[in-house]
């Protein structure tokens, strides 16, 4: 009787053991975070685009210089209160080795409003067009403007998402890449 007894006991433990188990849902695994906007300290990723004024331009191409990034889009009302900055700083730093590039998310933009806001602000960089949002989502865009600064090397050094703070942010970001003080 004691081991019937002794034996009802353990299978009852059991019973209890396993529908415990039974009623607990399995854990999931950690979500595995999607990084927002991309990382600076790290290869800039390649891109090769058309130009709005025809031809392709490849960043690859670029290394020797230092190079902006400027995701943009013609609807967007803080890419338009920067876009004079963008000019002014082409115009005085090209010849140093800065090259400026406006790469307009043509997926989300009408093509002949892209024209008309480069004739408005008689922009003197190229223009880039992704129409396939492949360079947007390459570089993690969420939001316009965002600006990416590249080193001579092709290395991302400074993300700035939303409109630049002026010519002075911009200066102290470009002038040691030249290696200018």
């Known amino acids: 009787m004691r081991k019937a007894g002794m034996v009802l006991a353990m299978g009852a433990l059991l019973l209890m053991a ?3 188990g039974a009623a607990s849902p399995p854990t999931p695994a950690p979500a595995t975070p ?5 990382t600076t300290g ?3 990723p390649d891109l090769e685009l058309e130009r709005l004024d025809g031809g392709t331009v490849r960043l690859r191409d670029l290394r020797g ?5 400027n ?5 967007c009302v803080p890419c338009r209160e920067e876009m004079p900055l963008l000019a002014a700083i082409y115009r005085d730093y090209h010849a140093q080795g800065l090259e400026i590039l406006g790469v307009n998310l043509t997926s989300q933009d009408d093509f002949g409003e892209v024209r008309k ?3 408005e602000f008689d922009l003197p960089f190229p223009i880039l067009l992704d129409p396939n949002g492949r360079a947007e989502r390459d570089y993690r865009i969420f939001g316009v403007p965002t600006t990416v600064f590249i080193t001579r090397e ?3 050094h400074r993300v ?3 409109i630049l703070k002026g010519r002075e942010d911009v200066e102290q970001t470009i002038r040691p890449l030249l290696g200018l003080r």
Request: glycine share 10%.
């Open 65 to 69: 210089k230092v190079v902006l990034l």
């Open 117 to 119: 806001f480069v004739e």
């Open 18 to 20: 396993c529908q415990r």
């Open 154 to 156: 092709g290395i991302v």
């Open 34 to 38: 999607v990084p927002m906007g991309l």
């Open 71 to 75: 995701f943009w889009a013609s609807w």
């Open 42 to 44: 790290i290869p800039a």
């Open 160 to 162: 700035k998402v939303g």
